[in-house]
């Protein structure tokens, strides 16, 4: 089996981690282990939480790419049928049943690391906690929410419905896409609250998975609280601005632990929580172990974007349960306190998480002639006939097509890059405000979905300096990559400076032998940090669709790859998508659009069925790592 291991890493197959790890769990007498192990490493470092034992047979191992190999791994390991591979990996001392300690734990015909295991059973036991009613006087409450949110009574208001889920349940989950108000509501929300404490001081916080989230969200949710016309007092009771999850809960350099645990609780009465699709299993059962017993969390984000880099899709697995639909006792309390009749679920019965969701349906952003609205729904619909038309039609106003067929399409995504950042590099030049700078160059946006490649952020970001500087907006010279005007992007977290991975700074020069980074900050000031303080960081004319998560520009423009990869899927066009507030460019060929409209992106894992079940498997404190 060691040979299989080995080919399999040459053939970049699996990681020469998952080949160790292998190694380190099992003997050479226990092939069938070490077959499973190195599938099971290889599955989590694609965000995976487990490996369902139905996945280990020819036809699935190495997800098909390999059939020779595949058969050739399963036949080492005795051709076992699912029922053998069960008795093979529970006579291993490194595989219980979770009953005791060990690395591996084989749970309902799935194979999980035992962390992960451990995380995903707290998670479920979280969310499916029988809660008792919160006290709250409801006519009461329905006036503060008719308030907040007047408005007709024949339309149902989701946003008010959202508010309502949120008042009168510990734990709430708003998922809803662009435009939809999500941080109007709660904003609402919390003036509501506000209202409803009766002079009870709440410590309120915010947190998101980035600073780049934090800081939209800090700007967003001030600007939303302006508009409510609160007094002074209820202003300075108010959070002012959102920190980075590692943040809240205080990481230490180096290590898994966390300053806030289960021993160790957060001061805090109400926790906000945005982007939350981007939370990882891991870090959310991080959250779950640090919340006091008094306190409400508030989940925000959108179900359809992409999930976490890291393991899990938490957010997308619990929302499932958002089309069973509210508990009969759940939507006649909704119907007293907003005035509004909702639709009964599929069963009529509703499982028990579903009466802490509320899905925002109604874009306030995107009106029905909108080309990136009605292009964000075929995708999310899985619509690729219906994508493809609008696409190619080129009657969307807001909508720009280039199909990638030739080297004179490459060089017009290059010339309209140049077009993109001419006014922010001509404010470079001209030496105006840093503020106006990044104003401006936040304004538009080249978004990527490889890394690597002419089609990809290096080999963008080359080529666009390359083609500024042709055009006379850079002066390169002869400092590396230290001139005016260049954006960085921090890649690499340093909480002494207050910046963190994706925060994006431009690069200006103060006099001739000073130059330093200006970096927005949630209030709206300017952080400036020397050239040579600057932790790890890389050009930014280019960036993933990962990294754009939690920001959103006026013209966004999208390049995919002119062939299938397979991290092309329906989540990242989407997201990048709906990263365009007024205007999207896309360059990519009709095949590669079908293609990531018909590939939903699949996190194999057991919270969907844990939280059905109504109780999840016994967990171990989350901040014992």
Same mark, same amino acid.
């Given at each position: 089996?060691?040979?299989?291991?080995?080919?399999?890493?040459?053939?970049?197959?699996?990681?020469?981690?998952?080949?160790?790890?292998?190694?380190?769990?099992?003997?050479? $007498?226990?092939? @069938?282990?070490?077959?499973?192990? *190195?599938?099971? +490493?290889?599955?989590? %470092?694609? !965000?995976? =939480?487990?490996?369902?034992?139905?996945?280990?047979?020819?036809?699935?191992?190495?997800?098909?790419?390999?059939?020779?190999?595949?058969?050739?791994?399963?036949?080492?390991?005795?051709?076992?049928?699912?029922?053998?591979?069960?008795?093979?990996?529970?006579?291993?001392?490194?595989?219980?049943?979770?009953?005791?300690?060990?690395?591996?734990?084989?749970?309902?015909?799935?194979?999980?690391?035992?962390?992960?295991?451990?995380?995903?059973?707290?998670?479920?036991?979280?969310?499916?906690?029988?809660?008792?009613?919160?006290?709250?006087?409801?006519?009461?409450?329905?006036?503060?929410?008719?308030?907040?949110?007047?408005?007709?009574?024949?339309?149902?208001?989701?946003?008010?419905?959202? $508010?309502?889920? @949120?008042?009168?349940?510990?734990? *709430?989950?708003? +998922?809803?896409?662009? %435009?939809? !108000?999500? =941080?109007?509501?709660?904003?609402?929300?919390?003036?509501?609250?506000?209202?409803?404490?009766?002079?009870?001081?709440?410590?309120?916080?915010?947190?998101?998975?980035?600073?780049?989230?934090?800081?939209?969200?800090?700007?967003?949710?001030?600007?939303?609280?302006?508009?409510?016309?609160?007094?002074?007092?209820?202003?300075?009771?108010?959070?002012?601005?959102?920190?980075?999850?590692?943040?809240?809960?205080?990481?230490?350099?180096?290590?898994?632990?966390?300053?806030?645990?289960?021993?160790?609780?957060?001061?805090?009465?109400?926790?906000?929580?945005?982007?939350?699709?981007?939370?990882?299993?891991?870090?959310?059962?991080?959250?779950?172990?640090?919340?006091?017993?008094?306190?409400?969390?508030?989940?925000?984000?959108?179900?359809?974007?992409?999930?976490?880099?890291?393991?899990?899709?938490?957010?997308?697995?619990?929302?499932?349960?958002?089309?069973?639909?509210?508990?009969?006792?759940?939507?006649?309390?909704?119907?007293?306190?907003?005035?509004?009749?909702?639709?009964?679920?599929?069963?009529?019965?509703?499982?028990?998480?579903?009466?802490?969701?509320?899905?925002?349906?109604?874009?306030?952003?995107?009106?029905?002639?909108?080309?990136?609205?009605?292009?964000?729904?075929?995708?999310?619909?899985?619509?690729?006939?219906?994508?493809?038309?609008?696409?190619?039609?080129?009657?969307?106003?807001?909508?720009?097509?280039?199909?990638?067929?030739?080297?004179?399409?490459?060089?017009?995504?290059?010339?309209?890059?140049?077009?993109?950042?001419?006014?922010?590099?001509?404010?470079?030049?001209?030496?105006?405000?840093?503020?106006?700078?990044?104003?401006?160059?936040?304004?538009?946006?080249?978004?990527?979905?490889?890394?690597?490649?002419?089609?990809?952020?290096?080999?963008?970001?080359?080529?666009?300096?390359?083609?500024?500087?042709?055009?006379?907006?850079?002066?390169?010279?002869?400092?590396?990559?230290?001139?005016?005007?260049?954006?960085?992007?921090?890649?690499?977290?340093?909480?002494?400076?207050?910046?963190?991975?994706?925060?994006?700074?431009?690069?200006?020069?103060?006099?001739?032998?000073?130059?330093?980074?200006?970096?927005?900050?949630?209030?709206?000031?300017?952080?400036?940090?020397?050239?040579?303080?600057?932790?790890?960081?890389?050009?930014?004319?280019?960036?993933?669709?990962?990294?754009?998560?939690?920001?959103?520009?006026?013209?966004?423009?999208?390049?995919?790859?002119?062939?299938?990869?397979?991290?092309?899927?329906?989540?990242?066009?989407?997201?990048?998508?709906?990263?365009?507030?007024?205007?999207?460019?896309?360059?990519?060929?009709?095949?590669?659009?079908?293609?990531?409209?018909?590939?939903?992106?699949?996190?194999?894992?057991?919270?969907?069925?844990?939280?059905?079940?109504?109780?999840?498997?016994?967990?171990?404190?989350?901040?014992?790592?």
């Amino acid at each position: 089996m060691e040979a299989i291991l080995a080919e399999a890493q040459r053939l970049r197959l699996w990681r020469p981690l998952d080949v160790q790890f292998a190694l380190m769990l099992a003997t050479p $007498a226990e092939p @069938a282990l070490m077959l499973a192990c *190195a599938q099971l +490493s290889a599955d989590a %470092g694609a !965000g995976h =939480t487990c490996l369902p034992l139905a996945l280990l047979t020819p036809e699935r191992l190495f997800d098909g790419r390999m059939p020779p190999l595949a058969q050739q791994a399963w036949l080492l390991a005795g051709s076992p049928s699912q029922a053998d591979w069960q008795h093979r990996l529970l006579a291993s001392p490194a595989v219980s049943d979770g009953s005791r300690p060990t690395p591996l734990v084989l749970d309902n015909q799935r194979l999980y690391l035992q962390r992960m295991w451990r995380d995903e059973g707290a998670v479920a036991q979280f969310f499916n906690r029988a809660r008792p009613p919160m006290d709250g006087d409801e006519a009461r409450i329905a006036a503060v929410l008719a308030r907040y949110f007047p408005g007709d009574a024949a339309v149902i208001d989701w946003q008010k419905i959202a $508010a309502a889920v @949120a008042i009168t349940h510990p734990v *709430a989950l708003i +998922s809803g896409g662009p %435009g939809t !108000g999500k =941080t109007s509501t709660v904003a609402k929300l919390l003036a509501a609250l506000l209202q409803l404490s009766d002079g009870r001081r709440l410590r309120m916080l915010m947190a998101a998975p980035t600073g780049k989230a934090a800081a939209r969200l800090s700007e967003s949710l001030g600007l939303a609280l302006q508009r409510l016309g609160l007094d002074e007092e209820q202003k300075q009771r108010l959070p002012r601005e959102a920190i980075t999850l590692h943040r809240l809960l205080g990481a230490q350099p180096n290590s898994q632990r966390m300053r806030y645990h289960r021993g160790n609780p957060l001061h805090v009465d109400i926790l906000i929580i945005d982007e939350a699709s981007m939370v990882d299993l891991p870090m959310m059962a991080n959250v779950i172990a640090a919340l006091p017993p008094q306190a409400r969390v508030i989940f925000l984000g959108d179900r359809c974007q992409l999930s976490s880099v890291e393991a899990g899709a938490v957010l997308g697995d619990i929302c499932q349960f958002a089309e069973a639909g509210y508990s009969p006792a759940r939507r006649a309390q909704l119907a007293r306190l907003t005035g509004f009749t909702l639709p009964a679920g599929g069963d009529g019965n509703g499982y028990g998480v579903a009466d802490s969701l509320c899905l925002l349906r109604k874009s306030y952003r995107f009106d029905e002639g909108s080309g990136i609205g009605r292009l964000a729904n075929a995708i999310n619909a899985g619509d690729g006939k219906g994508a493809l038309g609008l696409l190619q039609a080129g009657t969307a106003a807001d909508v720009d097509y280039t199909p990638l067929r030739a080297a004179a399409d490459y060089q017009r995504l290059l010339d309209d890059c140049v077009s993109g950042y001419r006014d922010y590099l001509q404010r470079v030049r001209g030496q105006d405000a840093p503020a106006a700078i990044l104003d401006s160059f936040n304004r538009f946006r080249l978004l990527c979905a490889l890394r690597e490649g002419p089609f990809g952020v290096a080999g963008l970001n080359d080529r666009i300096e390359q083609a500024l500087s042709r055009a006379g907006l850079l002066s390169l010279g002869n400092v590396g990559r230290g001139y005016a005007g260049r954006p960085v992007m921090i890649v690499r977290n340093a909480p002494s400076l207050g910046l963190y991975n994706g925060d994006i700074g431009i690069l200006l020069r103060e006099d001739e032998q000073t130059l330093r980074v200006h970096f927005s900050l949630p209030n709206g000031g300017i952080r400036a940090v020397p050239l040579s303080r600057l932790p790890e960081h890389e050009t930014a004319f280019a960036m993933t669709v990962h990294k754009s998560q939690g920001s959103e520009f006026q013209h966004t423009a999208l390049v995919l790859p002119n062939q299938i990869v397979p991290v092309l899927t329906r989540e990242l066009l989407y997201t990048a998508v709906t990263r365009a507030r007024a205007r999207l460019s896309l360059y990519a060929t009709d095949e590669v659009v079908q293609y990531a409209i018909a590939t939903r992106t699949q996190r194999r894992s057991g919270l969907i069925e844990r939280l059905a079940a109504g109780a999840a498997a016994p967990a171990q404190p989350s901040d014992v790592r």
